[in-house]
């Protein structure tokens, strides 16, 4: 697989071996040995998958006390997917990178804890699927507004508002937002 590192400390994309003939492909998704090799010393403990419809967006969620890494995947269908650095005091803090996923690229990125996630589906019916490194925990989860000014996002294709649910229009600015105590440099 070929690991590319971002302008995020951290944040990884991955891109997997696929194997492909006249019946299809095969591709190893996740395997420890490999993942940890690449810098993702993480247990997994949870796995999600959700659909959403072109123009949906989720996001920009964390947690806290309880940070998640994520190692998202698109299985089907198209996403913008973001992570934004909350870790305060970190060189990136504020920032955010973006990557398209597609069940056709298989492309993974991964984002370690410490960092809000969201994305924006490109295609209906598109298919998402993401390992967690710890579990959903309702009451620690935060969002942050998906258009704070101070973030800048750059959501490609964006012409209208995008179908969000109640909870992540009632966002909160990353300068509003109760988030990870300072940078350890981890």
């Avoid at 973006?98 to 298989?106: F, R, S």
């Avoid at 959501?155 to 937002?177: H, K, M």
Wanted: aromatic letters at 10%; glycine letters at 10%; hydrophobic letters at 35%.
């Amino acid at each position: 697989m070929r690991v590319t590192p971002t302008e995020l400390d951290g944040v990884l994309v991955i891109e997997p071996k696929v194997f492909g003939d006249d019946r299809g492909f095969f591709l190893e998704t996740y395997r420890r040995d490999r993942y940890r090799e690449a810098g993702i010393p993480y247990e997994f403990v949870q796995d999600n998958h959700s659909r959403s419809n072109k123009g949906v967006l989720r996001g920009l969620h964390f947690q806290e006390p309880t940070p998640q890494g994520k190692l998202v995947r698109v299985v089907r269908g198209a996403i913008f997917d973001v992570a934004v650095d909350i870790r305060r005091g970190s060189p990136g803090f504020g920032r955010w990178t973006g990557v398209e996923l597609t069940g056709d690229n298989h492309r993974q990125i991964w984002i370690p804890p410490g960092f809000a996630h969201g994305f924006l589906t490109l295609i209906d019916a598109t298919h998402v699927s993401y390992k967690c490194t710890d579990y959903y925990a309702p009451q620690h989860e935060r969002t942050l507004l998906w258009s704070d000014p101070g973030i800048g996002i750059v959501w490609p294709g964006l012409n209208a508002a995008p179908q969000l649910s109640a909870n992540d229009a009632a966002g909160v600015l990353l300068s509003e937002a109760k988030i990870l105590p300072a940078y350890a440099g981890k």
